[in-house]
């Protein structure tokens, strides 16, 4: 439908673009000076206002993806997050759904501790964690680091699983029980595929806070083969010599999964699929 | 199929008492309504009845099988839920066919159940939509569909008409008797509508306040209201109450106040000295006569063509009376009004039990 005719509302339409428009430059300038520092010559960016290469090359890119140890790093990284968004779900699916179902002792007492748990930011514990997986034999491991990162992606996959099922109407649960099921094959077939949405999009906040998550990384990891990415792209940018070109180039090769991920998770991002079940 | 029977049935939630002793017989093959207003409890009592509540104490039986401590699942029965409950995800063969798979049914039988549920209901054109995909209307016939594919002993419908239009419920109404009579099972229907209560149930149970007020056909039960919550619950325009003094009369009684001489039918009345009670009078019992035991003096008239109904007062009580069409009175007005006997109710004052002979 297009609207026109009334001067007031084209004044609108101008004011409205002008401020997205501002927006998204702002939001991409940086972005384009990493692409461009990425495909520059040389290791310091260029100093222009324009983030266009002057000397355009792949050099950068190569470099980075050809350095022995980086596909290592990449399945490190990748991994690291598959298991910290799968420990996670499966730890949060049957708490958030007990905290949205049922009552119990220590239900209130027990939604507070998560709570709390979500106050301190993460480096607060990175010494004592350090020590905890030195004692277990864990420094430099991925197990390790899965285990550190589980201890926040399992209260805030709780938090945002128990949301999901508060939104479930409990007749589709009784609907089945009715009809034949167990509470866990209600739970399981028809309140699962009912909040499938809000498990993926939770899995992929899970996954990307794994992924991109630097300072426990770098405490804990030291050994070259067991770093992650986004340690690995620190590296190149060190006390003495700064590699801004591998850095951008690094940058970019990072986010292409996660880029990846979004477009592929996109359909289960619109919500909605409850709708029509229950009246509506 | 299956005979119900509840006995003692209490429940309560923290401090509230929602069912109070409640006993019901449905016999095999029966339709039965619980009606009540909003809070009486009646889908509680439907839910116990599922196994989705457990009773605090009673016992269920359907059959000869004490089911009070089974899992919804092993009572074998299906529940129209009056948000449908339809699995979103599933399309409707497979919302068909989900109690089925559940029971391990041979691919070929659930096929054949849900050709024959689709056809009996008309979702063959449906089959391979969502939920989300259907009118109201549909949704309600594949909730309905879902039950029947599954034969249960028994059938459950918790309001499940109250979600659709008026035209549209009219319609399912007809349906829903005419899916049972030719299922023949067992079937407990909840409604607070009274129409839906009068025109479906083999057997009516009114619930107030946790407790079966009056059970019986459901034209037993509007003819001989039991109490005066269940008179003034079934019937529309609902019954006129009047504060009058009973007399005793050498057969019978007559009922007296300002305005008003009725005879009171034997029946009626035990054989009680009399009093202060309160006349019950339907709007649709009246009969215009020129000797006749009421003066209502007409304040408004509400002429819908076939019928009118006189909003008048009876001494300074309003009092409502169903009017031919053709009668026209005018406000301010004064008519004579005659009630058979058998039709002047009487309550007590402060009980509110019909004062029945023998009781």
Redesign the interface.
């Known amino acids: 439908m297009t609207r026109r005719g009334r001067p007031s509302d084209t004044l609108e339409a101008v004011l409205v673009h002008a401020c997205i428009i501002l927006a998204v430059c702002f939001s991409l300038y940086p972005v384009l000076w990493v692409l461009s520092t990425a495909f520059s010559a040389g290791t310091a960016p260029e100093r222009s206002i324009l983030p266009l290469p002057s000397t355009p090359t792949t050099a950068h890119l190569v470099e980075v993806v050809g350095a022995p140890s980086f596909w290592r790093q990449a399945l490190n990284s990748v991994s690291v997050a598959l298991a910290t968004a799968l420990v996670g779900i499966a730890i949060a699916l049957p708490t958030a759904y007990a905290l949205s179902r049922f009552s119990f002792v220590g239900r209130q007492a027990g939604v507070r501790v998560l709570l709390a748990t979500q106050m301190f930011p993460m480096v607060a514990s990175a010494v004592p964690l350090y020590i905890v997986l030195e004692t277990l034999n864990l420094l430099d491991t991925r197990t390790g680091l899965v285990v550190c990162y589980a201890t926040t992606s399992v209260p805030f996959a709780i938090f945002q699983l128990r949301g999901a099922f508060d939104t479930i109407?409990k007749?589709?649960e009784?609907?089945?029980?009715?009809?034949?099921?167990?509470r866990l094959?209600a739970f399981v077939?028809?309140v699962l595929?009912?909040a499938?949405p809000a498990i993926a999009v939770t899995a992929l906040f899970a996954f990307m806070s794994a992924y991109n998550e630097f300072i426990l990384a770098a405490t804990i990891l030291g050994k070259e083969e067991a770093l992650t990415l986004p340690v690995v792209l620190q590296r190149f940018v060190g006390e003495h010599d700064a590699a801004w070109g591998k850095f951008a180039a690094g940058s970019i090769v990072v986010s292409l999964p996660v880029m990846a991920l979004f477009y592929v998770a996109q359909r289960h991002l619109v919500s909605g699929?409850?709708?029509?079940?229950?009246?509506? | 199929m299956a005979r119900v029977t509840l006995r003692g049935i209490e429940k309560r939630f923290g401090d509230t008492v929602v069912l109070q002793g409640v006993d019901i017989d449905v016999p095999d093959g029966g339709f039965a309504v619980l009606v009540g207003p909003s809070g009486c409890g009646k889908s509680t009592l439907l839910r116990v009845i599922?196994?989705?509540e457990r009773c605090d104490s009673g016992a269920l039986r359907f059959g000869d099988r004490d089911v009070t401590d089974l899992?919804?699942?092993d009572r074998d029965?299906?529940?129209v839920?009056q948000?449908?409950?339809?699995?979103?995800?599933?399309t409707v063969r497979k919302n068909l066919a989900?109690?089925l798979e559940?029971?391990k049914t041979p691919r070929s039988e659930i096929d054949s159940r849900i050709a024959e549920v689709s056809l009996m209901l008309g979702l063959e054109p449906l089959l391979d939509r969502?939920?989300?995909?259907?009118s109201?209307g549909q949704?309600q016939r594949v909730a309905m569909g879902?039950a029947i594919a599954?034969r249960p002993a028994l059938f459950?419908f918790d309001e499940p008409l109250s979600?659709l239009d008026a035209a549209l419920r009219a319609q399912v109404r007809v349906d829903i008797r005419k899916l049972h009579d030719r299922l023949a099972a067992t079937s407990i229907y909840v409604t607070h509508d009274q129409v839906e209560a009068m025109t479906l149930a083999d057997v009516l149970f009114v619930l107030n306040r946790g407790r079966v007020e009056q059970a019986g056909p459901p034209l037993e039960v509007f003819a001989r209201p039991r109490t005066r919550f269940v008179a003034a619950f079934l019937g529309s325009p609902a019954m006129n109450f009047l504060p009058a003094r009973l007399e005793r009369a050498e057969r019978g009684a007559r009922v007296v106040r300002d305005g008003l001489a009725l005879d009171v039918a034997p029946t009626n009345v035990d054989d009680g000295t009399g009093g202060e009670v309160v006349v019950g009078i339907r709007p649709h019992d009246v009969v215009p006569a020129e000797s006749g035991g009421i003066a209502a003096r007409i304040e408004v008239l509400e002429a819908l063509g076939t019928e009118s109904f006189a909003h008048a007062r009876v001494g300074a009580e309003p009092f409502v009376a169903r009017l031919d069409g053709q009668l026209r009175p005018a406000a301010g007005d004064v008519l004579r009004l005659d009630v058979a006997p058998e039709h002047v109710h009487v309550f007590d004052v402060a009980t509110g039990r019909a004062l029945w002979a023998g009781e």
């Open positions: 109407p007749d589709l009784e609907a089945a029980m009715v009809d034949g099921a167990t094959q077939r028809v595929p009912a499938r699929l409850t709708a029509g079940g229950v009246k509506g | 599922a196994g989705l899992e919804p699942r029965i299906a529940m839920f948000s449908y409950a339809l699995y979103p995800h599933l989900f109690g559940l029971k969502l939920p989300r995909q259907l109201g949704r879902r599954r459950l979600n």
